[in-house]
């Protein structure tokens, strides 16, 4: 979805290594998160933003850090990157329709990262 | 807290033929849920998603889904499968929490279209 663009498609790092991966929408939307896939596993929830000034773990948060820049921005670090955090990447964005109800989520194409 | 499985890791199915990839879900209240594709290099697409009312919901490309609350499940279909189907499929269930609304997806399943 051209809405939601991620940098880099792809990226080759070296262990210890701090990278930073970038999400930008312009869909107008308040929340984001960063979703990590493995083969065999399926996305699972790194970090996500209900708000700029809200940020919040997901189920697999160590190692990884974000930042909130705007409404539109929500970056992902990786510290110091190690061989396991080899993974494809994706930022998503959603709306709230209602209070309490999760809404449709929107993905940006994926960074595929290999960690070395 | 919310799961969902996703019993079959890959289905090869020939093309014309009908098609039923299968959801089950574990949540205490009424789920909403959400079947997405993932084409090869893409990112993730919504095909549809059940939040209330008819529990059989129509999707694009011609899929539907059915939720079947006695059988925590939310069975994806189409009844004719054409080559640009194959790709991966994910069913995912929400929470209901103010606040904390998020997203649990299942491990996905692979599906290989064959002349």
């Known amino acids: 979805d051209a809405d939601v663009t991620q940098t880099p498609r792809n990226r080759i790092t070296k262990t210890g290594k701090r990278i930073m991966l970038e999400c930008s929408q312009t869909?107008?939307?308040?929340?984001m998160y960063w979703y990590r896939q493995d083969p065999g596993l399926g996305l699972r929830l790194i970090y996500y933003s209900f708000d700029v000034k809200d940020i919040n773990k997901g189920e697999i948060s160590d190692g990884y850090s974000v930042s909130r820049q705007a409404q539109a921005k929500f970056s992902l670090s990786l510290e110091s990157a190690i061989p396991n955090q080899t993974a494809l990447y994706f930022c998503?964005?959603?709306?709230?329709?209602?209070?309490?109800?999760?809404?449709?989520?929107?993905f940006g194409p994926g960074t595929r990262l290999t960690v070395l | 807290a919310q799961s969902v499985t996703q019993p079959d890791i890959h289905i090869t199915v020939s093309e014309g033929a009908s098609l039923e990839l299968r959801c089950n879900y574990s949540?205490?209240?009424?789920?909403?849920l959400f079947w997405y594709v993932q084409s090869p290099g893409q990112g993730l697409q919504l095909l549809l998603k059940y939040f209330s009312g008819d529990t059989l919901v129509q999707g694009i490309k011609g899929f539907e889904a059915e939720f079947k609350r006695s059988q925590s499940s939310f069975n994806l279909r189409k009844p004719s499968v054409h080559w640009s189907d194959a790709a991966e499929y994910f069913c995912a269930v929400g929470s209901v929490n103010f606040g904390n609304e998020k997203l649990t997806f299942g491990t996905g399943t692979r599906l290989t279209i064959i002349p």
């Open positions: 869909k107008g939307h308040d929340r």
């Open positions: 998503a964005t959603s709306g709230m329709r209602l209070a309490g109800v999760p809404d449709t989520q929107y």
């Open positions: 949540y205490g209240a009424t789920p909403y």
